[in-house]
């Protein structure tokens, strides 16, 4: 296990409405990434969180929006939820300063938009 | 063009072959470069980083051409449980945004 936890593991919305994600990252990791990633597909990079400040993002639009907390821990929010929306969203904590690079990813929400 | 863009397999092997997975990247600034293997429903694990002179772990080898802007895996004396999508990973901008290749897929059969 990672130690990276993510909630909830499945959900199911309709278009148009709001959603929150939330990532717990593993202890000493101050860095969290999300990822969109389609069935078939790669994930897709959305944005990064160091320090509680967005530090990069991706080719997301505006409605995709998120927080990161002095534990640490992160919210993905999604406005106006779309049908393509649908997707496994992920997130992934590292520690910046390891040099590493090494990502460890939570087992991931599971997005339905109906 | 694609940021990072792989083989898109699938790859159906037999046990004990040997299996090459590439991946080429459009970034000549990129600086770090991993391998990562997702299982079906799983999220991604490290497999292993890929490093200018190549790296070795047991079975596997990554290798790296900067100068083609080209990573490479391979998988010798393949097993049942190597089964699974192979992701190649580049790091863009070398702040850790990391981008993900769509993956390729291994199956090895008995």
């Known amino acids: 296990e990672t130690g990276v936890t993510q909630s909830p593991t499945h959900l199911i919305k309709t278009r148009g409405q709001q959603v929150t994600l939330r990532c717990s990252s593993q202890?000493?990791?101050?860095?969290v990434s999300w990822y969109q990633q389609a069935l078939g597909q790669g994930p897709q990079f959305i944005f990064q969180y160091y320090r509680e400040e967005e530090n990069g993002r991706g080719n997301f639009p505006p409605r995709f929006s998120g927080l990161q907390f002095p534990n640490y821990s992160s919210e993905l929010n999604v406005n106006a939820l779309e049908l393509d929306d649908s997707a496994l969203y992920l997130c992934?904590?590292?520690?910046?300063?390891?040099?590493?690079?090494?990502?460890?990813f939570g087992p991931g929400t599971r997005l339905t938009v109906l | 063009r694609k940021e990072v863009e792989q083989d898109p397999g699938p790859f159906n092997v037999p046990e004990g072959a040997t299996v090459a997975f590439n991946c080429t990247y459009s970034?000549?600034?990129?600086?770090?470069f991993f391998w990562y293997r997702q299982d079906c429903r799983k999220e991604p694990k490290l497999l292993m980083s890929?490093?200018?002179s190549g790296n070795e772990d047991g079975r596997f080898t990554a290798q790296l051409n900067r100068a083609s802007q080209y990573i490479s895996l391979l998988i010798r004396d393949s097993k049942l449980s190597d089964s699974a999508t192979y992701l190649c990973v580049v790091n863009v901008n070398n702040n850790n945004d990391m981008r993900f290749g769509a993956g390729t897929r291994l199956t090895v059969k008995p």
């Open positions: 890929v490093y200018s």
């Open positions: 202890s000493g990791h101050n860095t």
């Open positions: 970034n000549s600034a990129s600086q770090s």
């Open positions: 992934a904590s590292l520690r910046a300063a390891s040099g590493s690079g090494e990502q460890f």
